[in-house]
């Protein structure tokens, strides 16, 4: 079967660093992308990686190992606005995509 | 307009009662889809539809159905209300021929079925 799995939250200090994991198993694959959902909004998108390798955007990063069936969402300077939850979704071979239940990310000062 | 919208904001349903919930994008997306969030779970696909004329059966299907008579709007009909339905329902749309396939989503639809 298909499957997304992420930690369900983590905590982190403003100012540091945190690392967000995603493993995948999808019928075919078309690519990883990362979205950000604060409380009661809609999902924002992030980041997308169909390659291996590191993709970086300002404080955000994101990495994708498809042997592995991998990726992170990594988050440098953190700041108060970063709490939210960070889905992870895998694009399947019907170009479909299959969505973890999200990391509820918990900034603290 | 924008973007894409979505209407009601919220909604209370008795049990058994016909609802539509309404979505229009005006991105020209050839692709729009709706899903379904619950507490603890990731997004579910109900329906979907890759262009006018056409829709596809998600995850979830059941209960539910969708026209796209043209490329703006995606409606979603519950033909029967049961509280399993109650739900956050967001639409989305994505220009498939594009490079990455990003989905925009709509703001959401909160609905309880009593």
């Known amino acids: 079967g298909q499957n997304i799995d992420q930690p369900t939250e983590m905590t982190a200090t403003e100012g540091a660093i945190v690392q967000i994991n995603c493993t995948y198993q999808?019928?075919?694959?078309?690519?990883l992308f990362w979205y950000q959902q604060h409380a009661g909004e809609a999902p924002t998108f992030l980041s997308y990686n169909v390659l291996d390798g590191l993709e970086e955007k300002g404080r955000f990063s994101s990495f994708l190992s498809r042997s592995k069936g991998y990726s992170y969402l990594l988050l440098k300077e953190l700041q108060m606005k970063d709490s939210a939850s960070y889905l992870c979704?895998?694009?399947?071979?019907?170009?479909?995509?299959?969505w973890g239940a999200g990391t509820k990310l918990i900034i603290k000062p | 307009i924008a973007g894409i919208t979505q209407a009601p904001t919220s909604q209370i349903l008795a049990a058994g009662r016909r609802m539509t919930l309404r979505c229009t994008q005006d991105?020209?997306?050839?692709?729009m889809y709706w899903y379904r969030q619950d507490l603890g779970l990731g997004l579910r696909l109900i329906h979907y539809s890759n262009t006018a004329g056409t829709t596809g059966k998600g995850e979830v299907p059941d209960g539910y159905s969708v026209s796209r008579a043209n490329t703006d709007d995606f409606p979603l009909t519950l033909a029967s209300a049961v509280p399993s339905q109650t739900s956050v329902y967001f639409c989305?749309?994505?220009?498939?021929?594009?490079?990455?396939?990003?989905?925009?989503f709509g703001p959401g639809t909160r609905l309880t079925v009593l």
């Open positions: 991105m020209r997306h050839n692709a």
């Open positions: 979704a895998a694009m399947d071979s019907n170009y479909q995509l299959i």
């Open positions: 999808t019928s075919g694959f078309n690519g």
């Open positions: 989305a749309s994505s220009d498939s021929s594009g490079s990455n396939n990003e989905q925009f």
